[in-house]
């Protein structure tokens, strides 16, 4: 399948000089810039006037996240520089316009869409304080904002903010499957002859979800959450499903693993199994929904049938 990834170029620079000093991390391409510095340096950046527009900022040690959005973040990080409850924040990423300064509203979307993602890829604790909620915008405007959001994550990223990265994507996916040596092919009468077993438990616990018509088993291994192949998934998207989802379905729906089901044109039959990082990310893709039903545990349903 051809490659329809696009190439991109990520400039970082160093005004203070010092590989772990502020680092101002942007794409000519983009209008988001990434600010990132110990939180120690907090006064020195503010003084260059870097963070005197709107933006959201992402306080971490790598264990432990608070996001928050500002319309003067510099003024907002010195007030949680002396909050004892964020003294675990060693290093700060403000995502800011580049070029066009970012508004209330976008800066509102970026905290509830990254404080969402870091909930779903569980790396780190997520500390709130306000539950943050997503703002009212026209379709015009969420499109702006999904191509930001996918900016602001690869910028992130490349300024050592990893906490957002979901284990799910291709490239971390293992294409070539366990040996597990040949299967040997009894084609005596003796093996044509004994019961058959429907329903027989897999060796762990299963799950299914149902949503709008759509059925999908799953279950955990080695770490993910596996869509087994034959489940289904929603042809249809929901508006209020974040971009890095859309992408995802987008995604999947471009790998040619999904057939069409005679007689359902609202669904999808999954061909291969699909690894996710958390239950929750597979079920929004698998819904196109941004609260999808929840993963129920599937319960043994064994029956025998003679000979």
């Given at each position: 399948m051809t490659n329809l990834l696009t190439a991109t170029t990520t400039i970082v620079h160093r005004p203070f000089g010092g590989l772990a000093s502020y680092r101002r991390v942007t794409d000519r391409a983009?209008?988001?810039?990434?600010?990132?510095?110990?939180?120690?340096?907090?006064?020195?950046?503010?003084?260059?006037?870097?963070?005197?527009?709107p933006g959201c900022y992402v306080m971490t040690n790598g264990r432990t996240v608070y996001i928050g959005e500002s319309r003067r973040p510099a003024r907002r990080l010195a007030e949680h520089a002396g909050d004892r409850d964020k003294a675990f924040a060693e290093l700060v990423f403000v995502v800011a316009g580049h070029g066009d300064a970012f508004d209330k509203i976008l800066a509102l979307d970026?905290?509830?869409?990254?404080?969402?993602?870091?909930?779903?890829?569980q790396k780190v604790a997520v500390l709130k304080g306000l539950n943050p909620s997503q703002p009212d915008m026209s379709d015009?405007?969420?499109?702006?904002?999904?191509?930001?959001?996918?900016?602001a994550l690869r910028l992130l990223f490349d300024a050592g903010c990893t906490i957002f990265r979901s284990t799910d994507s291709p490239e971390d996916i293992?294409?070539?499957?366990?040996?597990?040596?040949?299967?040997?092919?009894?084609?005596?009468?003796?093996?044509?002859?004994?019961?058959?077993?429907?329903?027989?438990?897999t060796g762990g616990?299963?799950?299914?979800?149902?949503?709008?018509?759509?059925?999908?088993?799953?279950?955990?291994?080695?770490?993910?959450?596996?869509?087994?192949?034959?489940?289904?998934?929603r042809a249809q998207t929901n508006g209020s499903v974040d971009g890095l989802t859309r992408r995802r379905r987008d995604e999947l729906f471009r790998a040619e693993v999904l057939e069409q089901i005679p007689?359902?044109?609202?669904?999808?039959?999954?061909?291969?199994?699909?690894?996710?990082?958390?239950p929750s990310i597979a079920a929004k893709t698998?819904?196109?929904?941004?609260?999808?039903a929840r993963w129920t545990p599937l319960a043994a349903r064994a029956v025998v049938l003679a000979a």
């Open positions: 983009s209008r988001v810039a990434i600010h990132a510095f110990p939180m120690a340096e907090l006064a020195a950046v503010s003084a260059t006037g870097a963070l005197a527009t970026l905290q509830y869409r990254l404080t969402a993602l870091a909930v779903d890829a015009d405007d969420r499109a702006t904002h999904d191509r930001i959001v996918g900016d293992d294409p070539s499957p366990a040996s597990e040596g040949p299967i040997a092919i009894d084609k005596g009468e003796e093996a044509d002859s004994g019961p058959m077993a429907i329903g027989v438990p616990q299963e799950f299914e979800l149902k949503y709008c018509g759509v059925w999908a088993r799953g279950f955990s291994a080695g770490g993910r959450f596996i869509v087994a192949a034959g489940s289904e998934v007689g359902a044109p609202d669904r999808r039959r999954l061909t291969v199994a699909v690894a996710f990082a958390t698998v819904c196109g929904a941004h609260s999808p």
